[in-house]
């Protein structure tokens, strides 16, 4: 389970150092927020978890007027360091706790919403400061057992873990997987007062750089670091360590077409109005 205070430290550090990696991540899903948004510019909009910047930066190139916050330090450091035009204002806080100083325009989140202590009680709260005639859009994991970037690599080092290790992140308790099932979201965001509209949104990652000269290793070590597998393979001896490369690279290698891996991501795309 992850919680605030993982993202307030070890975790958001974590994620600050493998910044990059994350982007692929979550690029896929993210890019139909973006672009769900419409025109931005001119507009006010607060990035709710905006990590390391990346959704912060395009918004503000297009135009927007954009306050991205987190609660983690060390992510927004990697934020500020990326903003070399100095476009974004970047604040230490939460967001469901904050009275911000102007309303906003939109409100957007990719995969950044999810981590509230009371959702209902911050979504209430975010609606308030909220223009009139505004809205949300946020994207976030559908279940772990479609999409194959989580799903895939702990099945494949199954046999080496152990079943206990190796089951997927549950829905509906903090952490990545925590709106996958679509009725936890729609009663949080009715009872805070929003109306939403939702949609799929599929697609695939590629596992591997395609400029990778090994994309069979290049995405064993991509699984290592990221996403569910990641964070249970830190301690490992060097043995077992090995023994789940090897398992990862067979599980690629039957996912590899004309030099890239693919595997399939399954998002929601939420639009919310007051």
């Not at 910044?19 to 991540?25: I, K």
């Not at 190796?166 to 009872?191: L, Y």
Request: glycine share 10%; net charge negative; proline share 4%.
């Amino acid at each position: 389970m992850t919680t605030k205070l993982d993202w307030a430290g070890s975790l958001g550090k974590m994620w600050a150092d493998k910044a990059e990696a994350h982007d692929r991540l979550l690029g896929p899903i993210g890019d139909a927020g973006l672009a769900a948004l419409g025109d931005i510019s001119g507009k006010r909009i607060l990035d709710i978890g905006c990590g390391a910047g990346t959704t912060s930066i395009e918004m503000a190139k297009a135009g927007a007027k954009v306050v991205g916050v987190d609660i983690s330090e060390d992510l927004l450091a990697e934020a500020r360091a990326r903003d070399t035009d100095d476009l974004c204002t970047f604040m230490l806080c939460d967001a469901a706790t904050t009275d911000f100083d102007q309303p906003f325009d939109l409100i957007f989140s990719r995969f950044g919403m999810m981590f509230f202590d009371d959702p209902v009680s911050g979504w209430a709260k975010l609606r308030r400061q909220l223009a009139s005639d505004g809205k949300a859009v946020m994207v976030c994991w559908r279940e772990a057992a479609q999409n194959e970037w989580a799903s895939l690599p702990l099945q494949a080092v199954s046999s080496v873990l152990g079943e206990a290790k190796t089951k997927p992140s549950p829905s509906g308790i903090p952490g990545p997987f925590a709106w996958a099932e679509e009725h936890v979201f729609r009663e949080i965001m009715q009872q805070s007062g929003w109306a939403i509209e939702v949609a799929h949104v599929d697609g695939s990652l590629a596992m591997n750089e395609v400029t990778a000269t090994d994309p069979v290793d290049d995405a064993v070590q991509f699984a290592m670091k990221v996403g569910p597998l990641g964070s249970r393979v830190k301690a490992l001896k060097p043995d077992v360590r090995q023994a789940v490369c090897d398992a990862l690279a067979d599980a690629m290698r039957g996912k590899l077409r004309d030099g890239v891996i693919r595997f399939s991501t399954a998002g929601w795309l939420i639009a919310a109005t007051p």
